[in-house]
T-cell receptor
């Protein structure tokens, strides 16, 4: 079945360490996104990528980095520079603008990774 | 920047009751999306609205795209325990036409059996 897979489901990190969250999709979507979710808040955009080898900062990119070497994969690294990394991280994908008509506005999400700094 | 305001923030209802929630913005949106998030899971798209005044149903769920394009409503009829979760409205961030979305803060729904 087509979908978005995030791994791991739960992740624990010591302060001062970098950690990488995985996101893979087999929907043949061009665009991919990383959102952060904190309790009682909506989703906030960290980074997004419209196409392979290109990505843009979202609203809260500080302390994070990404790469987009393959269409299917968009890993997120939470660096030691991120002051408050404990959160629920969600990866999403959508078709590229101009493809699929209206449906390119719909983003589909993975199951999330809960990161806890210990 | 764009903001989406959802109300109510939370709801506690009895099984079988109908539910209504809404989402408003100071900016015009050309698309409104409604997602549901179960605890510990990613959001799942429930309904997508593309035209002002559009009324769309998905089972017991009905959503409407406001005429002013600055609001949207989601109704759930005859609620059941599995309706529990967080409901988010979302729309394409200003200047984009694809999945880069602005989200409301969510409405937390609790259904008592």
């Amino acid at each position: 079945d087509g979908g978005i897979t995030q791994s791991p489901k739960y992740l624990f990190r010591k302060e001062g360490q970098n950690v990488t969250l995985s996101c893979e999709q087999n929907l043949n979507h061009d665009a991919m996104y990383w959102y952060r979710q904190d309790p009682g808040q909506g989703l906030r955009l960290i980074y997004y990528s419209q196409i392979v080898n290109d990505f843009q900062k979202g609203d809260i990119a500080e302390g994070y980095s990404v790469s987009r070497e393959k269409k299917e994969s968009f890993p997120l690294t939470v660096t030691s520079a991120q002051k408050n990394p404990t959160a629920f991280y969600l990866c999403a994908s959508s078709t590229y603008p101009g493809v699929g008509g209206r449906e390119n506005t719909e983003a589909f999400f993975g199951q999330g990774t809960r990161l806890t700094v210990v | 920047g764009q903001q989406l305001n959802q109300s109510p923030q939370s709801m506690f209802i009895q099984e079988g009751e109908d539910v209504s929630m809404n989402c408003t913005s100071s900016s015009i949106f050309n698309t409104w999306l409604w997602y549901k998030q179960d605890p510990g899971e990613g959001p799942v798209l429930l309904i997508a609205l593309y035209k002002a005044g559009e009324l769309t149903s998905n089972g017991r769920l009905t959503a409407q795209f406001g005429i002013t394009r600055k609001d949207s409503f989601l109704n759930i009829s005859a609620s059941i325990p599995s309706d529990v979760g967080i409901y988010f409205c979302a729309g394409p961030t200003s200047g984009t036409s694809y999945g880069k979305l602005t989200f409301g803060q969510g409405t937390i729904l609790t259904v008592h059996p």
